[in-house]
């Protein structure tokens, strides 16, 4: 059984930072492209960041650009997202997932909560 379990959410200021992580299971871990997502209130959920099996590529949304680091671990298989210089459109539930062909394909976790605010 596929299941992800996010932690590390919470609330901080903006200029703030949090460290977010995943432990996915049930899975092919190590040969999975693994990314985060961000559902913000109201909003359909969005690509923030992918990192390939082996770690030696990520990519970002525009809005990450310079500001979150994604991260794996193939041996806990987990992956991080750290997230620094926090902004209040940061605020969401945050998700991991595997990619396959570009597209998520197992059942969703629980998400862990991000609120930035002054």
């Known amino acids: 059984q596929v299941q992800f379990v996010e932690s590390g959410g919470g609330s901080a200021q903006p200029g703030g930072s949090l460290r977010l992580s995943c432990a996915a299971s049930?899975?092919?871990?190590?040969?999975?492209?693994m990314a985060w997502y961000r559902q913000a209130p109201g909003k359909e959920r969005e690509l923030v960041a992918t990192?390939?099996?082996?770690?030696?590529?990520?990519n970002y949304a525009d809005s990450a650009k310079g500001r979150f680091t994604i991260s794996r671990d193939n041996y806990k298989n987990t992956v991080s997202l750290q997230m620094n210089n926090l902004k209040p459109d940061d605020t969401g539930v945050y998700f991991c997932?595997?990619?396959?062909?570009?597209?998520?394909?197992?059942?969703w976790g629980q998400g862990t909560h991000v609120t930035v605010s002054s």
């Open positions: 997932n595997a990619l396959v062909l570009g597209s998520t394909i197992y059942p």
């Open positions: 990192v390939t099996k082996t770690d030696d590529k990520r």
């Open positions: 049930g899975f092919s871990f190590s040969r999975s492209v």
